[in-house]
């Protein structure tokens, strides 16, 4: 069964801190990508990766920065949290790109106080 | 830049009749359309997949139907069931790109 496991459910850090959210995928895929989720909003591209060390910005990718050092783990930073990354934090990983579809971890609900 | 719309924000229909969600886009038609369905507090899970050449896809009791002239989709859920309530994304991906574009999605409840 195919997995995409994130590191954390539920999160909770203070403005300022900086925050690693980790995502791992087991079914050795090119694609991996990081979204935010907000109520009306809908899911926002913030980076994605098509191959290690590879990343390519998304549609809001300002505070943000990742990191790909092997296949299965991409990793989303925030180098200085604020209060308006309060979030749910969605990672997905597809085969290749074009045609295929995107497996989804579980999400991390991040508080910034 | 590419706006997706999703019909109403909400939509309740009575159960074991057809559940029908509307996915609109602007300008280019993509190259594939996607729907996922979301339930509370987990993460998007892929449903179908319809090319741009394609004009109908199935499976069991969904449909989804692709209209390039009217630059629009339709998700179809027959024989609706309270297991069906859930929010529905739809996604464009474009050949020339490999990322997806997602709708905000519309959440759908189905009333026994």
């Known amino acids: 069964d195919v997995k995409v496991t994130q590191s954390s459910r539920y999160l909770v850090k203070r403005t300022g801190e900086k925050v690693f959210l980790e995502c791992v995928q087991d079914?050795?895929?090119?694609?991996m990508f990081w979204y935010r989720q907000d109520p009306g909003l809908g899911l926002r591209l913030i980076y994605f990766?098509?191959?290690?060390?590879?990343?390519e910005k998304g549609d809001i990718p300002e505070g943000y920065s990742v990191s790909r050092e092997k296949k299965e783990r991409f990793s989303l930073i925030l180098e200085s949290a604020s209060t308006n990354q309060t979030s749910m934090y969605l990672c997905?990983?597809?085969?290749?790109?074009?045609?295929?579809?995107?497996?989804f971890g579980p999400g991390t609900r991040l508080t910034v106080t | 830049s590419q706006k997706i719309e999703q019909n109403s924000e909400a939509l309740n229909i009575q159960e074991g009749k057809t559940a029908t969600l509307t996915c609109n886009y602007t300008?280019?038609?993509?190259?594939?359309l996607q729907w996922y369905r979301q339930d509370p507090g987990r993460g998007p899970v892929f449903l179908l997949l319809?090319?741009?050449?394609?004009k109908e896809k199935r499976k069991e009791r969904l449909k989804v139907t692709f209209d390039t002239t009217l630059k629009q989709s339709l998700f179809h859920i027959t024989a609706s069931q309270p297991a069906d309530s859930a929010t529905y994304l739809c996604?464009?991906?474009?050949?020339?790109?490999?990322?997806?574009?997602f709708g905000s999605g519309t959440r759908l409840s189905i009333r026994p």
């Open positions: 997905a990983s597809s085969l290749s790109t074009v045609s295929y579809e995107q497996y």
């Open positions: 079914m050795d895929h090119e694609n």
């Open positions: 990766s098509y191959d290690v060390k590879m990343k």
């Open positions: 300008n280019y038609s993509p190259a594939y």
């Open positions: 319809i090319r741009e050449n394609e």
């Open positions: 996604a464009l991906e474009y050949s020339s790109a490999s990322k997806i574009i």
